[in-house]
T-cell receptor, first 113, second 113 residues
Framework: DAGVIQSPRHEVTEMGQEVTLRCKPISGHDYLFWYRQTMMRGLELLIYFNNNVPIDDSGMPEDRFSAKMPNASFSTLKIQPSEPRDSAVYFC???????????FGQGTRLTVV | DQQVKQNSPSLSVQEGRISILNCDYTNSMFDYFLWYKKYPAEGPTFLISISSIKDKNEDGRFTVFLNKSAKHLSLHIVPSQPGDSAVYFCAASPFVNGNQFYFGTGTSLTVIP
């Protein structure tokens, strides 16, 4: 399996613009997670899905953030409008039902200027 | 509020010596603990885990120790190798196959040849 695939790897955008991050989980995995990595807070869970349904979005920082999972092989994390403080590395991860660990993608480094 | 804490942002160790990475947690409901390793420009990868019913788990050069009464766990790497240089994240979950992983801020390990 190719693992969790994220795109783009790097994104530089201007403040106020819409940003969309994409993720393809490992085939057959039932859970998909979006994390954000910052120096101050480490890896923060933003939202996770089970069988394409959002289960817990309590980590989404603001209404500017939204996530969707239209099918089992694709998810998006959207920030609209983006702000400089959103600059971070965003990771997608997936896990199978009953699995004990999550598998991470390579991340998207977002820079908002 | 950070439920999993890694108080040492960085650690340097000579090749061949022991590396000890520490992690503290605050939530007594945590039942399963993991260590992830992250190289630059890559996603975190699972390294080793331990359930709360154990106090030690060993996998080759890597051993994780859990002290539930102190809410403390540590990762020992013996002997340390230059390829071990990476950021190590501690994570905790209320369940062995749970979906809520709480991560620390990471410790950057440098193994000096």
């Amino acid at each position: 399996d190719a693992g969790v695939i994220q795109s783009p790897r790097h994104e530089v955008t201007e403040m106020g613009q819409e940003v969309t991050l994409r993720c393809k989980p490992i085939s057959g995995h039932d859970y998909l997670f979006w994390y954000r990595q910052t120096m101050m807070r480490g890896l923060e869970l933003l939202i996770y899905f089970n069988n394409n349904v959002p289960i817990d979005d309590s980590g989404m920082p603001e209404d500017r953030f939204s996530a969707k999972m239209p099918n089992a092989s694709f998810s998006t994390l959207k920030i609209q409008p983006s702000e400089p403080r959103d600059s971070a590395v965003y990771f997608c991860a997936s896990k199978r039902l009953g699995g004990t660990e999550a598998f991470f993608g390579q991340g998207t480094r977002l820079t908002v200027v | 509020d950070q439920q999993v804490k890694q108080n040492s942002p960085s650690l340097s160790v000579q090749e061949g010596r022991i590396s000890i990475l520490n992690c503290d947690y605050t939530n007594s409901m945590f039942d399963y603990f993991l260590w992830y390793k992250k190289y630059p420009a890559e996603g975190p990868t699972f390294l080793i885990s331990i359930s709360s019913i154990k106090d030690k788990n060993e996998d080759g050069r890597f051993t994780v120790f859990l002290n539930k009464s102190a809410k403390h766990l540590s990762l020992h790497i013996v002997p340390s190798q230059p390829g071990d240089s990476a950021v190590y994240f501690c994570a905790a979950s209320p369940f062995v196959n749970g979906n809520q992983f709480y991560f620390g801020t990471g410790t950057s390990l440098t193994v000096i040849p």
